[in-house]
Nanobody
Framework: QVQLVESGGGLVQAGGSLRLSCAAS????????MGWVRQAPGNERELAAA????????YYVDSVKGRFTISRDNAKNTVYLQMNSLKTEDTAVYYC????????????????WGQGTQVTVSS
């Protein structure tokens, strides 16, 4: 079992940046995929970004490509999401998620979840 704790959310103006962090309670070097899932009010959860254990495989949903960057530091048991050029439509609760197998794009395929951190982008 692994516990995930997110931090770094907050309120930012459109065009601004935020960096989310996800700290795991134990080593994540055996957890293949770490990802960030977001859920906006009234919407279903969507996988925003995911990264394989060695960083060789990365997924971004189309709406964040070119603006978000996911990275991981296995030595620190931490995953990051750098979010630049934020838009009001990026407003959501962002969850850190993990799974042991290969990258999957459906949130329900992730086994471990953090409690979420709110990101609010104002116009």
């Amino acid at each position: 079992q692994v516990q995930l704790v997110e931090s770094g959310g907050g309120l930012v103006q459109a065009g601004g940046s935020l960096r989310l962090s996800c700290a795991a309670s134990r080593s994540i070097d055996r957890i293949n995929v770490m990802g960030w899932v977001r859920q906006a009010p009234g919407n279903e959860r969507e996988l925003a970004a995911a990264i394989s254990w060695d960083g060789s495989k990365i997924y971004y949903v189309d709406s964040v490509k070119g603006r978000f960057t996911i990275s991981r530091d296995n030595a620190k048991n931490t995953v990051y999401l750098q979010m630049n050029s934020l838009k009001t439509e990026d407003t959501a609760v962002y969850y850190c998620a993990a799974r042991a197998e290969i990258i999957a794009t459906m949130p329900r395929q992730y086994n471990y979840w953090g409690q979420g951190t709110q990101v609010t982008v104002s116009s």
